[in-house]
């Protein structure tokens, strides 16, 4: 993919290839394994090749894990002021954070009102890489060759790879061609290749961890609305995300 930077009158353009002819379809069903399986491995890639870069670290205007943590969270955002989201999205997160602390045990609720640079410290010595911070499948065009071509990088920051990993599970909840667990399997399996080394158990599980605080950080509140609709895989959603969350707490404790 080509990009090109146009000035004119003052004002500065970005074109790109149109690549509308390989985006997915956009609809609310599984994607088939194979493709599932190229995107892990393109984002495990990604991962592997600024892994623990100290060039990264050096970067003031990436995003880290607690504006991540902040981005979607309950109540106000940082962004709020200059940035805020369409009115339909902020109602829809103010009634599913609502909703959701009426629903979450106690110290759930407590650990997600917490602020972002308290809450990292439990996680802030993972290895750090460069994130995408936006990994849903509107964002990613599968191309001729298996290649992914992934856009849409305004959130792109620095921090442990958990962080894409937690999102994507959550934002592509219906999309997924495996379960969530075998998603993460999956990934890990192509990190540690692209790493040429294994991952010790026990930072894995940490990894994980902070992957399911992300994406529930980040969207437990439309969780919430699934659960309010009633439906079966509303109800199922939301409590695999508790169950996961109430490990989280018994492993922070």
Same mark, same amino acid.
């Given at each position: 993919?080509?990009?090109?930077?146009?000035?004119?009158?003052?004002?500065?353009?970005?074109?790109?290839?149109? &690549?509308?002819?390989? #985006? $997915? %379809?956009d609809?609310?069903?599984?994607?088939? @394994? =194979?493709?599932?399986?190229? !995107?892990?491995?393109?984002?495990?890639?990604?991962h592997?090749?600024?892994?623990?870069?100290?060039?990264?670290?050096?970067?003031?205007?990436?995003?880290?894990?607690?504006?991540?943590?902040?981005?979607?969270?309950?109540?106000?955002?940082?962004?709020?002021?200059?940035?805020?989201?369409?009115?339909?999205?902020?109602?829809?997160?103010?009634?599913?954070?609502? &909703?959701?602390?009426? #629903? $979450? %045990?106690e110290?759930?609720?407590?650990?997600? @009102? =917490?602020?972002?640079?308290? !809450?990292?410290?439990?996680?802030?010595?993972?290895?750090?890489?460069?994130?995408?911070?936006?990994?849903?499948?509107?964002?990613?065009?599968l191309?001729?060759?298996?290649?992914?071509?992934?856009?849409?990088?305004?959130?792109?920051?620095?921090?442990?790879?958990?962080?894409?990993?937690?999102?994507?599970?959550?934002?592509?909840?219906?999309?997924?061609?495996?379960?969530?667990?075998?998603?993460?399997?999956?990934?890990?399996?192509?990190?540690?290749?692209?790493?040429?080394?294994? !991952?010790?158990e026990?930072?894995?599980?940490?990894?994980?961890d902070?992957?399911?605080?992300?994406?529930?950080?980040?969207?437990l509140?439309n969780?919430?609305?699934?659960?309010?609709?009633?439906?079966?895989?509303?109800?199922?959603?939301?409590?695999?995300?508790?169950?996961?969350?109430?490990?989280?707490?018994?492993?922070?404790?």
């Amino acid at each position: 993919m080509k990009l090109f930077l146009k000035t004119e009158k003052g004002q500065i353009a970005m074109l790109m290839n149109d &690549l509308s002819a390989y #985006l $997915l %379809p956009d609809v609310k069903e599984p994607i088939d @394994l =194979q493709t599932e399986a190229i !995107i892990l491995n393109t984002l495990a890639s990604l991962h592997a090749s600024f892994w623990e870069s100290t060039e990264i670290k050096k970067i003031d205007w990436l995003k880290t894990p607690e504006q991540y943590f902040d981005a979607l969270g309950p109540g106000e955002h940082l962004t709020d002021s200059f940035a805020p989201p369409p009115q339909n999205i902020l109602d829809s997160m103010n009634q599913g954070w609502e &909703l959701a602390f009426d #629903l $979450l %045990p106690e110290e759930i609720k407590s650990m997600f @009102l =917490q602020p972002g640079e308290k !809450i990292i410290k439990r996680w802030e010595d993972l290895p750090t890489t460069f994130l995408h911070g936006d990994t849903k499948l509107s964002n990613m065009a599968l191309m001729p060759n298996s290649r992914i071509a992934a856009f849409d990088w305004a959130f792109a920051g620095q921090g442990p790879c958990s962080i894409d990993l937690g999102w994507y599970i959550a934002i592509n909840s219906t999309r997924l061609a495996r379960t969530k667990e075998d998603v993460i399997l999956l990934y890990r399996t192509f990190l540690e290749s692209h790493l040429n080394q294994p !991952i010790e158990e026990e930072t894995w599980l940490r990894m994980v961890d902070l992957a399911v605080f992300t994406g529930a950080k980040m969207l437990l509140w439309n969780k919430a609305l699934g659960y309010r609709s009633g439906t079966e895989r509303g109800k199922s959603e939301w409590n695999w995300w508790v169950q996961k969350l109430q490990i989280v707490v018994a492993h922070s404790n």
